[in-house]
C-alpha cells in the first residue's frame, strides 16, 4: 500500500462551527471508519456500532432543527461532511445519506405533535431509518407503486413488498409510501412504520457486486398496522413528499460521489508518485500527469456543482434542476475517476490488496440509485423544455 498520505480537501466552509465539524468528522474518519473498512466490506459486516457513535456525536441529523435534536447545519456543510464519510467508506456515507432521506418527510411535513414524539429519537438518540418507496416492478415508475394501506378505524393496514430497500431488515423506521386512493402519483400516501412492527419483514439481502457492508433488502408488510398518527401529510400528498425528499437525496449522493472519487484519486495519486518504472516515478510520465489532471478536475467540477445546488436549498430557492444535474455529474464523475484509478494502479488495481477496485464497484451503484441517470436526463431535460407530449 502506498505510504503516502493524502492531503485533506481544502474546503470553503461559512463558520469556525463548520470547521469544527469537519475535523471531528475527518477525526472519526481516520480513526474509526477508514482502518476497518476494506476487511468490513469484505466480510460483509454493517457498522451498526459506527453509526451509534455518529449519532452520539450529532452526525445523523445534521441539517435538521436542533429543537429535535439536529445539529442546525445548512446542506453546504452537511454534504461536505457526508463526503467526508464516504471517502472513507461508502457504506457509512450512504447510509447517512439514507438515514436523512427516511427522516426527511417527516421533519418536512409532519405536524409539530409528531416531530416532538418522534424526531429526537430519529436525528440523535441512536435509531436508524430506511426509506421505502421502490418496488420490485415500479423503480423509475415509482408512481405505479403497488403497496396498498386500507383505512381500518384509527388505523391504516399496510400490504405490499419494497424492493431496494437500503438498511432493509435492521432499520429502526421505515418511511414507507403506500397507495391509499387513485391509480397514479395522487392516490400515495406517507407513513412513519417502526422497525419492529407486527407483520413487517426482510428477504435475504441482496448480494451485490459492491457494498457488500450495506444490506439492501426487499421489505415485506404483510397486514402492518399503523395508528393514523403515523401518516406524514395528508392523504394523496404522499408522491409529492416522495420527490421533495429525492430532490435533497440526491445532493446526498452526489456528495457520496464526490467522496469515493477523491478517495480513488487520492490512491492513484500516492501510488503514481511511489512506483518506479525506467527509473522514474510513473507520475514524471505526461500521459498520466494529464491522467489525473483531468481525474482532479472533474472532482473539483462535481463539488462546486453540488454545493451550488445547495445554497440554492439553503436559500429557500428552487433546486430541482442543479440537484438532478449534480447527481449525474458526480455519479458518472465517480465511475470515470475510480476506472481511471484502476487503471494508474495497472495489475495492482485489479487486485483486492488495494482499494482502487472497491472504489470502482462502489461507483457503479451512485449511477442507479435514487433515480438513474437517465432518470436525471429526463428531470433535467423537463426543466429545460416542459414535460414530454405536451
Known amino acids: 500500500m502506498p505510504d503516502r498520505a493524502p492531503q485533506p480537501v481544502d474546503r470553503q466552509l461559512p463558520t469556525e462551527e463548520a470547521r469544527d465539524l469537519i475535523s471531528l468528522v475527518r477525526d472519526i474518519a481516520q480513526q474509526e471508519i477508514t482502518p476497518k473498512a476494506a476487511d468490513e466490506e469484505d466480510a460483509g459486516r454493517f457498522p451498526r456500532e459506527l453509526f451509534t457513535l455518529l449519532s452520539r456525536s450529532g452526525l445523523l441529523g445534521l441539517p435538521y432543527d436542533s429543537e429535535y435534536g439536529g445539529g442546525d447545519q445548512p446542506y453546504e456543510v452537511y454534504l461536505q461532511a457526508l463526503e467526508e464519510l464516504a471517502a472513507a467508506r461508502l457504506t457509512v456515507g450512504l447510509g447517512v445519506s439514507v438515514h436523512s432521506l427516511a427522516s426527511y418527510a417527516l421533519a418536512a411535513y409532519g405536524t409539530k405533535e409528531q416531530q416532538v414524539e418522534h424526531l429526537p429519537a430519529m436525528l440523535g438518540g441512536g435509531l436508524l431509518g430506511a426509506y421505502c418507496l421502490s418496488e420490485p416492478h415500479s423503480g423509475s415508475d415509482a408512481a405505479a407503486l403497488r403497496t396498498k394501506a386500507v383505512r381500518d378505524g384509527d388505523d391504516w393496514v399496510i400490504t405490499g413488498t419494497k424492493a431496494w430497500i437500503t438498511h432493509g431488515g435492521i432499520a429502526d423506521f421505515y418511511t414507507v409510501m403506500a397507495r391509499t386512493g387513485e391509480e397514479g402519483p395522487r392516490g400515495i400516501t406517507a407513513f412513519l412504520v417502526p422497525g419492529d412492527a407486527e407483520g413487517l419483514s426482510a428477504a435475504v439481502p441482496e448480494k451485490k457486486m459492491g457494498m457488500k457492508g450495506s444490506p439492501t433488502a426487499q421489505v415485506h408488510f404483510d397486514g402492518v398496522r399503523v395508528s393514523d398518527d403515523r401518516r406524514i401529510g395528508e392523504e394523496g400528498q404522499g408522491f409529492a413528499i ?62 462546486a456543482l453540488y454545493l451550488a445546488a445547495a445554497r440554492l436549498k439553503d436559500a429557500g430557492r428552487p433546486f430541482a434542476k442543479q440537484a438532478a444535474m449534480a447527481k449525474l455529474h458526480c455519479t458518472d464523475t465517480a465511475m470515470r475517476v475510480t476506472t481511471d484509478a484502476v487503471q494508474i494502479l495497472g495489475g495492482y488495481g485489479y487486485t483486492a490488496d488495494f482499494p482502487a477496485e472497491r472504489y470502482m464497484r462502489e461507483a457503479k451503484v451512485l449511477q442507479i440509485v435514487e433515480g438513474t441517470n437517465q432518470i436525471q436526463r429526463m428531470v433535467i431535460a423537463r426543466h429545460l423544455v416542459g414535460p414530454e407530449g405536451r
Do not use: W
Open 242 to 303: 416522495a420527490l421533495s425528499s429525492l430532490d435533497s437525496g440526491r445532493l446526498g449522493i452526489s456528495a457520496c460521489a464526490i467522496g469515493v472519487a477523491q478517495a480513488a484519486l487520492d490512491e492513484a495519486v500516492a501510488y503514481a508518485a511511489e512506483r518506479r518504472q525506467f527509473g522514474k516515478p510513473i507520475a514524471d510520465f505526461q500521459g498520466l500527469r494529464f491522467m489525473l489532471a483531468d481525474m482532479a478536475t472533474q472532482i473539483e467540477a462535481g463539488r
